[in-house]
C-alpha cells in the first residue's frame, strides 16, 4: 500500500516537471524563434493555458499558467513571479467566467483569450508600477496591450478546436475488455 | 480482445480554489522573494543553462525568417541570387578566408574606429535575446563579468552612417550574460546635455517606447536655446561627480539622437529626439567597458 502511494507520488513528480519542461520550450520558443509583426509579439503560453483551461478546467489552467509564468521569467530576466502572477490572474479569472458558456460556442475561445490577456497586461503593468516604474497606463494599453490582445485573437479558436478534439478523442475512446 | 468503443467519462474534475490560491501565494511569495535579492544566484544559474538555448534558437529564428522573407517576395529572392552571385565570385577571390573570420574582422575593425574617434575602451558581443512581451525594453547581451561588464555600463551599437550612439545601460550582470535596458524603455532616465555653441542644456532624456522608439528630453529650462537638429548627447553627470550609483559607469559625451522638435510645457521645454541608433532593431553591440577623458 505504501508502496503504490510513493509511487503515485513520484508520477505526480515526474509529471509537473515535464509538464514545466514542456512550457519552459514554448517560453523559449516564444522568446527567441516567434517572428514580431510590427513589433507586436504572440503570447502563447497565455494562448494555451487559456484554451486549456477552458477544456479541462481553472484548476488544471492554473498550473499551466504557473509553470508558464515562471518559464516566461526565467527567459525574459524580469523578476521571478512576474509573469506567473499576471498569467495566473487572467487565466483563473478568465476561465471561471466564460467556462460557464457552452463548449460549443465559437466565441468561448475569443472571449476567453480576450479576457485573459487584458487582465494579464492589466496585472504585469501594476507589478511594473510596484516593483519597477511608474506605468503610463493610457500609453501601455495602446501601445502593448491593445496589439497582444488582437494577435492572440487570431489563433485562439483554431487552438481551441484542436484542444476540444482531443479532449474529445480522449473522452470518448477508452479501451474496454471484450471477451 | 481489446476494442474501442464511444463512452463519455465525468465532467472535468471540480475546480479546487484552494490550489489555485496556493499558486497565486506561491508566485507572489517568488515576487518578493527575488525583489528582495533572495533568488538572484539561481536566476543567474538558470539563466547560464537557458542563454545557449536562447542563442541557438534566436539564430534559428532568424534563419527561419529569412526563409520566409525569401519565399514572400520574388524581387527579394532575385536580389538575392545575385547577390549570392556576387558572395560566390567574393569567395573564390577570396578562397582561403573563411567567412566566419571575415565577419569578426569587419566587427573588430569597426571596435578600433570607434575606439579611435572616442575615448573608450569597448566590448563587442551579440545581442541574443528580447523580453518576450511588448511592456519591456530589455535585451541580453552575450557578454558578462567574465569579460568585465559590471551593472550600470553603457552600451552602444551603430547603424548606417549615424555615429555610435547609446542604446542602452547593463542592468544586471551574470558570468557570461547580461541584461540591458534600453533606452527607449520607459523606467530608462539618463542625464542629458545639448552643446549650444558657447552654451550647454542640460536635461533627462527617458524613454518613450509607446511613441515608435522616439525618446523625451525633460526637466530643460524655459528659456534653454534647443533648436530641431541639435544633437543630444550623454550628461555623464554621475559619472563626473563619482557618485556610486548605478548609472555611475556612462561616460559624458556618448552620442544619443536628434531633436526633432521643441515644445514649452508650464516651465520647463520638452523635446522628442529621435535615437541614432534604433534599439530594437540592434544585433550586435559594445560595452563601454572603460573612458578616458585624456584621450581626446
Redesign the interface.
Known amino acids: 500500500m505504501g508502496h503504490s502511494r510513493q509511487r503515485r507520488i513520484e508520477e505526480i513528480v515526474v509529471h509537473e516537471v515535464a509538464l514545466f519542461a514542456a512550457l519552459l520550450v514554448v517560453?523559449?520558443?516564444?522568446?527567441?524563434?516567434?517572428?514580431r509583426p510590427f513589433?507586436?509579439?504572440l503570447?502563447l503560453i497565455l494562448l494555451l493555458a487559456v484554451c486549456h483551461g477552458l477544456?479541462?478546467?481553472?484548476?488544471?489552467a492554473?498550473?499551466w499558467?504557473?509553470y508558464g509564468?515562471?518559464a516566461?521569467d526565467?527567459?525574459?530576466?524580469?523578476?521571478?513571479?512576474?509573469?506567473?502572477?499576471a498569467l495566473?490572474?487572467g487565466v483563473?479569472v478568465s476561465t471561471?467566467l466564460v467556462s460557464r458558456l457552452s463548449r460549443e460556442n465559437w466565441l468561448v475561445p475569443i472571449l476567453g483569450v480576450a479576457i485573459g490577456a487584458f487582465l494579464y497586461?492589466a496585472v504585469?503593468?501594476l507589478?511594473?508600477t510596484l516593483?519597477?516604474?511608474p506605468?503610463?497606463f493610457e500609453?501601455?494599453a495602446?501601445?502593448?496591450l491593445l496589439?497582444?490582445a488582437l494577435i492572440a485573437l487570431i489563433p485562439a479558436l483554431p487552438l481551441y478546436l484542436v484542444f476540444r478534439w482531443n479532449e474529445d478523442r480522449v473522452?470518448?475512446?477508452?479501451?474496454?475488455?471484450?471477451? | 480482445?481489446?476494442?474501442?468503443?464511444?463512452?463519455?467519462?465525468s465532467q472535468?474534475?471540480?475546480?479546487?480554489p484552494l490550489?489555485?490560491i496556493l499558486?497565486?501565494l506561491?508566485?507572489?511569495?517568488?515576487?518578493?522573494?527575488?525583489?528582495a535579492g533572495l533568488?538572484g544566484p539561481l536566476?543567474l544559474h538558470?539563466?547560464a543553462i537557458?542563454s545557449p538555448?536562447?542563442v541557438r534558437?534566436?539564430q534559428?529564428?532568424d534563419w527561419?525568417?529569412s526563409l520566409?522573407g525569401q519565399a514572400g517576395d520574388d524581387q527579394a529572392l532575385l536580389a538575392e541570387l545575385e547577390a549570392l552571385r556576387a558572395e560566390n565570385a567574393d569567395l573564390k577571390a577570396r578562397l582561403i578566408q573563411a567567412e566566419a573570420l571575415e565577419f569578426e574582422n569587419a566587427r573588430l575593425r569597426e571596435q578600433v574606429r570607434i575606439e579611435q574617434a572616442y575615448p573608450w575602451q569597448l566590448l563587442g558581443a551579440d545581442v541574443i535575446?528580447?523580453?518576450?512581451?511588448?511592456?519591456?525594453r530589455?535585451v541580453?547581451f552575450a557578454a558578462g563579468t567574465d569579460q568585465g561588464v559590471r551593472p550600470g555600463m553603457a552600451v552602444i551599437a551603430r547603424e548606417g552612417s549615424n555615429p555610435p550612439a547609446l542604446i542602452g545601460i547593463v542592468e544586471?550582470a551574470g558570468p557570461r550574460t547580461a541584461?540591458v535596458l534600453l533606452i527607449t524603455d520607459?523606467?530608462s532616465a539618463i542625464s542629458a546635455q545639448v552643446y549650444q555653441e558657447t552654451d550647454v542644456v542640460r536635461g533627462v532624456i527617458q524613454g518613450q517606447?509607446?511613441?515608435g522608439s522616439r525618446l523625451l528630453l525633460h526637466s530643460v529650462a524655459r528659456e534653454a536655446p534647443l533648436a530641431a537638429g541639435n544633437t543630444v548627447l550623454t550628461a555623464g553627470l554621475s559619472a563626473e561627480l563619482a557618485l556610486s550609483v548605478p548609472r555611475a559607469a556612462v561616460p559624458p559625451n556618448v552620442p544619443i539622437g536628434v531633436i526633432e522638435m521643441v515644445q514649452d510645457t508650464g516651465r520647463d521645454r520638452i523635446a522628442g529626439v529621435r535615437p541614432f541608433v534604433d534599439p530594437?532593431r540592434v544585433r550586435y553591440a559594445w560595452v563601454i567597458l572603460a573612458s578616458d577623458e585624456s584621450k581626446k
Open positions: 517560453a523559449l520558443v516564444q522568446t527567441a524563434l516567434l517572428p513589433d507586436v509579439s503570447n477544456i479541462a478546467g481553472a484548476t488544471s492554473a498550473r499558467a504557473f509564468g515562471l516566461l526565467l527567459c525574459a530576466m524580469t523578476f521571478i513571479g512576474t509573469h506567473a502572477l495566473l490572474t483563473i471561471v497586461h504585469y503593468a507589478l511594473l516593483l519597477v516604474a506605468v503610463d500609453g501601455y495602446l501601445a502593448a496589439p497582444d473522452r470518448r475512446r477508452v479501451p474496454v475488455d471484450v471477451y | 480482445m481489446l476494442r474501442d468503443r464511444p463512452y463519455r467519462l472535468p474534475a471540480r475546480r479546487s490550489l489555485m499558486l497565486v506561491i508566485a507572489a511569495a517568488l515576487l518578493a522573494a527575488d525583489q533568488l536566476r538558470a539563466q537557458i538555448v536562447l534558437m534566436q534559428m529564428g527561419i525568417g520566409v535575446a528580447r523580453t518576450p512581451d511588448t511592456g519591456r530589455l541580453l544586471e541584461s520607459y523606467s517606447w509607446q511613441r530594437d
